[in-house]
């Protein structure tokens, strides 16, 4: 019986870094042979980063790729590593794992398995694999998997692994977050490593990348689907397990499989004991996400500070709050503009919002602007009859003034809608839908209460005003204006929103459910006119299994009749 230890490197990667990437996985390579690790697995295409996307198309990126991967490679001795990158092979490009040891690329899986639905379009950038790889390691036999080679029951990498009796599967991740996201990975995996009869070390990625959020959590499975070791979520760790291995005389006959012996690190192994991260609840886990989406989103495009307009309602505060846990109090600038709509309550509450989270605010009138732009358009039509212009001009005014802080000062706006309003197209274009990133732009209304509670809970002290919290939601464009004047009350939109976007569901399919016909049909209209704004508006972040953006391909120019 002999031990063999894996460490699992779940690192941050950034997208076209290479230089950045590759100095982490030399980085978390050298701890892992520290700890006399005799393999170190990295996540899905972290040497250039994930996702790609259509830098694949370019030649110069994926020669870029083929120069860097060889690079580290001379990097590399006294430890098995395997690292996911883009593979360039006989004109065709492969999503790729490569087998380094000893200042070499012994040889390169490639996925065999292409995950096309959702975010995933790999069948636009890769060929499948075919080539089917055993790693002999002492006594240990390896199969390397990638991503979706774990996720469908039957196919090949899995009937190799079977066949060659391996003892143990390792697959390389880039598994992307939304809510219950972890568990389903669980399962997935628990039910391969059952079918299989075989452990399975799940390594994934953590960070965030555009609108998509990876949140880590790489575990290791027993062939009885139980959790041996699980890793942090919404950080980057490396995790260290130790596996028994009985002696073996297999051999392995499969001709179309290549097998790669690898050796062993001769470091003395001093006992290790598996570590448990400890789990996260459903909100906590939202949270997070949004806070390491906003802190990437921001860092890794080179800002370092950002701009939120506050108007004392509930989604600005809990964007405040976010982006203060993401970046700093520091870094973090509100903006108040009220007109004479904006209640006293309302402007006392972002006041007080700005002073518990300790950030600056500045305070900018706009009555005046919205009286001179009301002046100039008198020639054309009659402002004294209020309408919905009235109401978006005061939203485009806030959105110029936050632009125009951010073009003097370089500061990022934050947009403050949510799931809701983006659904259903209450918001305004080039108002308040202005800026660079949506932070929230995937958190339905009824959630955003549950996240300011949060919020407060976290912080043991309340941040977000409890005011705030239960006062109806209002934009203050108008008199006397609340949210449910022209919508239904959110916690039946967010259903309906739920039902129709997330599951696909019909109009009938969602009256059966018992809500009222014409509210339905009206909310599925709303949704459907409404995608031009959604195609104009800031990248936010993923937290449903189904989000505007990536997950949502939805034509403009539409006459379907919902039946």
């Known amino acids: 019986m002999s031990i063999l230890r894996i460490a699992?490197?779940?690192?941050?990667?950034?997208?076209?870094?290479?230089?950045?990437?590759?100095?982490k996985i030399l980085t978390y390579a050298e701890m892992a042979k520290k700890q006399a690790a005799d393999i170190v697995i990295f996540p899905e295409l972290c040497l250039c980063g994930y996702p790609p996307e259509d830098l694949l198309l370019k030649r110069s990126f994926l020669e870029t790729c083929m120069k860097v991967i060889k690079e580290l490679s001379a990097s590399v001795k006294d430890i098995a590593v395997v690292v996911g990158y883009p593979d360039c092979c006989d004109e065709k490009v492969y999503n790729a794992a490569a087998i380094i040891?000893?200042?070499?690329?012994?040889?390169?899986y490639h996925k065999m398995e292409l995950a096309n639905y959702g975010v995933f379009d790999e069948k636009r950038y890769f060929k499948e694999g075919s080539?089917?790889?055993?790693?002999?390691?002492?006594?240990?036999?390896?199969?390397?998997?990638?991503?979706?080679?774990?996720?469908?029951?039957?196919?090949?990498?899995?009937?190799?692994?079977?066949?060659?009796?391996?003892?143990?599967?390792?697959?390389?991740?880039?598994?992307?977050?939304?809510?219950?996201?972890?568990?389903?990975?669980?399962?997935?995996?628990?039910?391969?490593?059952?079918?299989s009869g075989c452990p399975l070390f799940f390594t994934n990625l953590v960070g965030g990348q555009d609108e998509l959020v990876f949140d880590g959590g790489s575990f290791a499975l027993s062939s009885k689907g139980e959790i041996i070791s699980c890793a942090r979520r919404f950080c980057e760790h490396i995790l260290f397990t130790d596996i028994e291995i009985k002696p073996s005389n297999r051999v392995i006959k499969n001709k179309d499989a290549q097998i790669v012996e690898l050796k062993l690190s001769?470091?003395?192994k001093e006992p290790i004991r598996a570590y448990l991260a400890d789990k996260v609840s459903p909100i906590e886990e939202i949270y997070y996400a949004l806070v390491l989406g906003t802190r990437d989103y921001v860092t890794k495009n080179g800002f370092k500070k950002v701009l939120i307009g506050l108007s004392g309602g509930i989604d600005s505060s809990l964007v405040a709050a976010i982006a203060v846990d993401a970046l700093g109090k520091e870094n973090v600038i509100g903006v108040t503009m009220p007109s004479k709509f904006t209640s006293s309550e309302t402007l006392a509450d972002a006041e007080k919002l700005a002073k518990n989270l300790g950030i600056k605010l500045i305070k900018l009138e706009i009555w005046s602007i919205y009286e001179e732009y009301l002046k100039v358009l008198s020639k054309v039509f009659d402002t004294s009859i209020h309408t919905v212009a009235h109401e978006n001009i005061q939203a485009r005014i806030r959105g110029?003034?936050?632009?125009?802080?951010?073009?003097?000062?370089?500061?990022?706006?934050?947009?403050?809608?949510?799931?809701?309003?983006?659904?259903?197209?209450?918001?305004?274009?080039y108002g308040d839908t202005a800026g660079g990133f949506a932070v929230?732009?995937?958190?339905?209304?009824?959630?955003?209460?549950?996240?300011?509670?949060?919020?407060?809970?976290?912080?043991?002290?309340?941040?977000?005003?409890?005011?705030?919290?239960?006062?109806?939601?209002?934009?203050?464009?108008?008199p006397n204006q609340k949210d449910e004047d022209s919508l239904p009350p959110y916690h039946i939109l967010d259903r309906i929103i739920h039902a129709y976007v997330e599951e696909d569901k019909g109009v009938d399919e969602i009256i059966e459910e018992g809500?009222?016909?014409?509210?339905?049909?009206?909310?599925?209209?709303?949704?459907?006119?409404n995608e031009y704004k959604r195609r104009q508006s800031p990248p936010g972040i993923k937290i449903t299994p189904k989000a505007f953006g990536k997950d949502w391909r939805f034509p403009i120019t539409n006459r379907y009749i919902k039946a």
């Not at 040891?101 to 390169?108: A, F, M, R, Y």
């Not at 949060?454 to 934009?475: D, G, L, Q, Y």
């Open 131 to 195: 080539r089917l790889i055993a790693l002999k390691m002492g006594d240990a036999t390896i199969v390397p998997t990638i991503g979706e080679d774990i996720w469908i029951e039957g196919n090949v990498p899995e009937r190799f692994t079977k066949e060659i009796k391996a003892d143990f599967v390792i697959n390389l991740s880039a598994s992307p977050f939304h809510a219950g996201k972890f568990q389903l990975r669980v399962d997935v995996g628990r039910s391969f490593a059952k079918r």
């Open 400 to 429: 110029n003034l936050l632009m125009a802080l951010s073009n003097r000062f370089g500061y990022l706006v934050l947009t403050t809608g949510n799931k809701s309003e983006t659904a259903v197209g209450y918001c305004t274009l």
């Open 266 to 268: 001769s470091k003395k």
């Open 101 to 108: 040891q000893d200042k070499k690329i012994l040889s390169v």
């Open 8 to 23: 699992q490197a779940q690192i941050n990667p950034i997208v076209g870094d290479f230089e950045y990437n590759t100095k």
């Open 440 to 478: 929230i732009k995937d958190v339905p209304k009824t959630m955003v209460y549950e996240l300011a509670r949060f919020v407060n809970r976290i912080w043991a002290k309340e941040i977000i005003p409890e005011s705030v919290i239960k006062r109806p939601p209002t934009a203050e464009l108008r």
């Open 515 to 529: 809500f009222d016909p014409e509210v339905v049909k009206n909310v599925i209209m709303m949704i459907d006119r």
